[in-house]
């Protein structure tokens, strides 16, 4: 098995990075998108919150092969949440349990120190065993539940959000 590589994502990663959402948004709960945002939809994110903004989307790579990624951005759209951010991590299927999540946030979280930011958060929709645990050996911790917040493939949904001291 290969080491996993970190790096900042480029423009030239997006499609990989809306594949990996795309099979999310089919397939799970897990986010609350109801359909794949496209790459160009990306791109345009990409340029708001990474080029011309504070916020990062960093890669995970098994053998120059983009496995996954980590975004921050905005926790709410009021200016004075401005340095608190809100992240997450996905990873293809294949590329779970190897590590890669941890890798990231431990890029990701330092740098968004480095800019500033005083707390991360984590929206958790439940249930989600491996998210959690990712996020606790993180240093992430529990703050509150909201209970059938989301509705999705059929069913409500309760969402965990964590937080973290940067």
Request: contains cysteine.
């Amino acid at each position: 098995m290969s080491p996993c590589s970190i790096r900042a994502a480029t423009p030239a990663d997006l499609p990989a990075v809306a594949d990996i959402l795309a099979h999310y948004v089919r397939t799970a709960h897990v986010t609350f998108d109801l359909e794949p945002r496209s790459v160009a939809a990306w791109s345009e994110w990409y340029e708001r919150h990474v080029a011309g903004g504070p916020y990062h989307l960093f890669v995970a790579a098994f053998d120059a092969t983009v496995a996954g990624y980590a975004t921050s951005g905005p926790f709410r759209p009021k200016p004075g949440y401005r340095r608190s951010a809100e992240v997450s991590v996905y990873l293809r299927p294949d590329a779970t349990g190897r590590g890669a999540g941890r890798a990231l946030y431990d890029v990701l979280l330092p740098a968004l120190s480095v800019d500033g930011f005083h707390r991360a958060y984590a929206g958790i929709a439940l249930p989600n065993d491996a998210s959690i645990a990712l996020h606790e050996n993180v240093g992430f911790h529990h703050v509150g539940t909201f209970h059938e917040v989301g509705f999705k493939l059929g069913r409500w949904i309760d969402v965990a959000w964590y937080e973290r001291e940067l």
